[in-house]
């Protein structure tokens, strides 16, 4: 940056007419220009990268730039009430945000200030986390082998998310993306009552960046009247607030999970979504004058995602004995990052960064949505790389060979539309097919039990339901389950306890079936 010496000239004097025989320890510098939610300082000599700087009027800002002869830092605030000529003062501190158990059920910004209206947090400063933290590494660290279950049929059959996993949610707007966490997130009150204090009760961040403000508060609406607020925390750097905040914010909620984590607690963390996030952090490098790359996205985006994803984890049952800064081994963080496509455009720069990261995605397609078909969720392109090891043993043998069956059915649902004369296998597999689809499609905010989901698709996949017409499947699939709970509450439970289902539990699911869908029937 080309200095004036005129603007060197006047700081100097006024340095000099200020100066005193008092010595002083703090960091000060002033601020040489300001604009756009950017300032350079200068005399910041032993400033750190990301430290925390305060400015009159309780502005704070974050060094992110370290020049020879200045630091350029984001401002978090006003920035119109910085002036140049302000002084600055260095704190010392990395940016942190406070942690723990204070914010469940809370809503905050992205450095951790309640913007819900209920009153202060009540954390003391011992509870504040720099955002930025080392991914645990390889040897603190066990493999991915216990599902974590979202409540969605079409995810927990084909695309199963396990404890420690990164499985990316992606797709064009409107196609159900936020829709899929908030039912995920409502889901996990199956997993200790709702009840934040219970050690099995898993623990959900859902991080929101660049979203509209009533879209925020509809997703906090939905999770209190589904009474799954109490072990969630929202952090929200909408649309409106500073590009720094909108960046900032994903690495803020990351550390309040991790500080769960390390107490050997379960977390899924939601993060909605990272494109956006990588908008904010572009016009936030161009305006600090770091030099563009591929779509104008500085060098160092696919590392702003890396270092963030790599941080989810399922910790070693002996963490602890390796590394002092883990207080219990086994927690875990489960990350759901959300990338937002263009009309469907998978391999543009800032998808294929992310898919790269991940360990498998969703894939949501808007003509599936269009089509009525809800989750819009394509089982051809979406994969998860953990596989059946996340899966239950009942789950993985009933929908073993559901994907392919799906896969059948779409190809063969293309060439059906060219003839009417089919042989009697092609019959059979358009008749299974469409019936799966149908036993796929699932209400909003109604998660589903795993027993429950492993009963409807057995009832599918095992022919039961091959005669029922296809536009009362979800008719059926209400009274079968409510005919299971009523009359067979064993079998459920059995399931859900062993995690299989027996020859024994199958011969009374066929008897149920075929007691329920006469009047269903085609």
């Known amino acids: 940056m080309d200095l004036r010496p005129a603007e060197v000239t006047s700081v100097l004097k006024k340095e000099i007419e200020s100066y005193g025989g008092e010595s002083s320890m703090q960091s000060v510098g002033t601020v040489l220009s300001v604009g756009d939610g950017v300032a350079r300082v200068w005399g910041l000599d032993d400033c750190m990268m990301n430290e925390l700087l305060e400015f009159p009027g309780g502005v704070r800002g974050v060094a992110l730039n370290l020049e020879e002869d200045n630091v350029g830092c984001v401002l978090l605030g006003n920035a119109t009430a910085v002036r140049e000529g302000d002084t600055v003062r260095g704190t010392g501190k990395i940016i942190s945000v406070p942690t723990g158990h204070q914010l469940l059920g809370r809503v905050v910004n992205a450095l951790g200030d309640p913007v819900d209206g209920h009153g202060p ?42 404890r420690g996993q990164r499985e990316l949610i992606i797709g064009d707007r409107q196609t159900g993306k936020t829709a899929l966490l908030v039912d995920t997130i409502i889901n996990q009150k199956r997993t200790g009552g709702g009840d934040p204090a219970n050690p099995e009760q898993v623990i959900c961040v859902y991080v929101a960046m660049g979203q509209k403000q009533s879209t ?56 909605d979504d990272l494109y956006k996030q990588a908008l904010a952090y572009r016009q936030v490098m161009l ?79 808007s003509n599936l949505f269009n089509s009525g078909v809800r989750p819009a969720v394509n089982a051809g392109i979406s994969v998860s790389r953990v596989g059946g090891a996340a899966q239950t043993p009942a789950m993985k043998k009933i929908a073993g060979g559901m994907r392919l069956g799906l896969a059948q059915y779409r190809e063969l649902a293309a060439f059906a539309q060219f003839g009417s004369d089919l042989d009697a296998a092609t019959q059979q597999a ?93």
């Not at 390889?138 to 049929?153: A, H």
Request: proline share 7%; glycine share 8%.
């Open 430 to 522: 358009l008749l299974r097919g469409e019936r799966l689809v149908e036993t796929l499609k699932q209400g909003q905010y109604v998660p589903m039990a795993v027993e429950d989901q492993i009963m409807m698709i057995y009832a599918t996949t095992s022919g039961g339901i091959d005669d029922v017409a296809a536009s009362k499947v979800g008719e059926f699939e209400t009274a079968f389950l409510q005919y299971m709970a009523d009359s067979h509450p064993e079998i459920g439970k059995a399931i859900l306890d062993t995690g299989k289902a027996t020859d024994e539990a199958k011969a009374v699911l066929d008897e149920a079936v075929a007691a329920v869908k006469p009047p269903f029937l085609s």
């Open 287 to 365: 305006l600090l004058r770091r030099p563009p790359g591929r779509e104008a996205f500085p060098g160092d985006v696919f590392n702003l995602h890396s270092r963030l994803l790599e941080r989810a984890a399922r910790l070693a049952d002996n963490a602890p004995e390796i590394n002092p800064r883990f207080e219990a081994g086994g927690g875990s963080i489960t990350a759901l990052p959300v990338v937002e496509t263009q009309e469907g455009d998978v391999s543009a720069y800032i998808p294929t960064n992310v898919i790269s990261i991940t360990d498998g995605q969703i894939f949501l397609e």
């Open 216 to 271: 925020v508060k509809e997703v906090v609406l939905r999770l209190e009247t589904a009474g799954a607020m109490p072990y969630t925390i929202v952090v929200s750097a909408s649309a409106n607030d500073e590009a720094s905040m909108q960046y900032l914010a994903a690495y803020g909620g990351c550390a309040m999970a991790e500080r769960f984590r390390d107490a050997g607690r379960h977390v899924v963390i939601m993060y």
């Open 121 to 162: 947090l009540g954390t003391a400063d011992t509870d504040l986390r720099p955002i930025e933290q080392p991914a645990p590494s390889v040897v603190e660290r066990q493999p991915v082998d216990q599902p974590m279950q979202t409540g969605i049929k079409a995810i927990d059959a084909m695309i199963p998310i396990g």
